[in-house]
């Protein structure tokens, strides 16, 4: 079982930065891929980032490739997003996702590939 924690999330303007992080518990942490995805009002769970096992994979949706960032620290239980440029398109739930995996170099950008998720921190980005 893997309980997952986000945090970070908040209302900021156009242009700002802000950087998620997600807290796992247990000691699955370092077997398990992780992902971010996110949820605006009306629509469907986006994929946002994904980072493998090991943390020499990442992954990213393609509209968000450049802006945003995945990485772990196997340390803290904790994989992060950081998020540059915003935009007022980015506004939305962002939830932490992990599967427990036996490859090492793998990611996954399918919300049904993931057993674990988090309760979802708010973002607002305003104009």
């Known amino acids: 079982q893997v309980q997952l924690v986000e945090s970070g999330g908040g209302s900021v303007q156009a242009g700002d930065s802000l950087k998620l992080s997600c807290v796992a518990s247990?000691?699955?942490?370092?077997?398990?891929?992780m992902g971010w995805f996110r949820q605006a009002p009306v629509q469907a769970r986006e994929f946002v980032a994904s980072?493998?096992?090991?943390?020499?994979?990442?992954y990213y949706s393609d509209s968000l490739k450049g802006r945003f960032t995945i990485s772990r620290d196997y340390a803290k239980n904790t994989v992060y997003l950081q998020m540059n440029s915003l935009k007022p398109e980015d506004t939305a739930v962002y939830y932490c996702?992990?599967?427990?995996?036996?490859?090492?170099?793998?990611?996954?950008?399918?919300?049904?590939?993931?057993?674990?998720w988090g309760q979802g921190t708010q973002v607002t980005v305003s104009s």
């Open positions: 996702a992990a599967v427990p995996t036996s490859y090492s170099y793998e990611i996954y950008y399918r919300a049904d590939r993931y057993n674990y």
């Open positions: 247990g000691r699955t942490f370092g077997s398990c891929v």
């Open positions: 980072i493998s096992r090991s943390g020499v994979n990442t």
